[in-house]
């Protein structure tokens, strides 16, 4: 099961920190992504890391905003997004990929979580 949250209301230029907790599972044996779904649109992968966290990969409109990270003590992963942007709004996923490279692309996982909204305001 994969938990989201952080997401929440932030003007323009703020900051969130999401996090996504992982339980039932052995939590180092997945890659962990982020992926977000704007009104009326697709889903959009956004990050991911390495099952041990040496290995990230971003999505380029976003990179210079985002870290992804991981605490495989805690069954942990977070997106930390910085100078938010009205189109940085939507509903953000977690999701899990077992054993397998990173991967950027949605049916590549195996488990996903229920989202957090993020909703930026200009």
């Known amino acids: 099961q994969l938990q989201a949250s952080g997401g929440g209301l932030v003007q323009a230029g703020g900051s969130l920190r999401l996090s996504c907790a992982a339980s039932?599972?052995?939590?180092?044996?997945?890659?962990m992504g982020w992926f977000r779904q704007a009104p009326g649109k697709e889903r959009q992968f956004v990050a991911v890391i390495s099952r041990s966290g040496d290995f990230t990969n971003y999505a380029d409109s976003v990179k210079d905003r985002l870290t992804i990270s991981r605490d495989n003590t805690k069954n942990t992963v977070y997106l930390q997004v910085n100078s938010l942007r009205p189109d940085d709004t939507a509903v953000y996923y977690c999701?899990?990929?077992?054993?397998?490279?990173?991967?950027?692309?949605?049916?590549?996982?195996?488990?996903w979580g229920q989202g957090t909204l993020v909703t930026v305001s200009s």
């Open positions: 999701a899990a990929r077992r054993y397998r490279p990173i991967a950027t692309v949605a049916p590549s996982y195996d488990y």
């Open positions: 039932g599972r052995t939590f180092s044996d997945y890659s």
